[in-house]
């Protein structure tokens, strides 16, 4: 199956681009996502941003689906689905 992630705002940056295509079997969750972005972005992310060691972002970083913020990684994954991350700005 095929997945898209897109990396909005500063995250563009960070992730080195914008839009994503990765192939996964079926049956994956988004905790195979997260490995993915381990695998092929931890050395280009920020430490502030990634917790390598856990495979997880760090602070107010959002991936969401369908309008919907994905949090659960035994959340499954579908075919032709786009996630959006992005950095939550707060303050006034």
Do not use: H, Y
Not at 22 to 43: Q, R
Not at 47 to 63: C, D, H, I, Q, T
């Amino acid at each position: 199956m095929r997945v898209r992630l897109a990396a909005m705002g500063q995250l563009e940056k960070d992730f080195g681009g914008g839009r994503f295509d990765f192939e996964f079997p079926p049956d994956s969750t988004l905790a195979d996502l997260l490995v993915k972005i381990g695998d092929d972005f931890s050395g280009r992310l920020p430490e502030s941003l990634w917790n390598r060691a856990e495979r997880k972002f760090r602070g107010a970083v959002v991936m969401m689906s369908d309008g919907a913020a994905l949090r659960d990684p035994a959340q499954p994954l579908k075919d032709g689905q786009e996630i959006l991350i992005f950095k939550v700005l707060v303050g006034g």
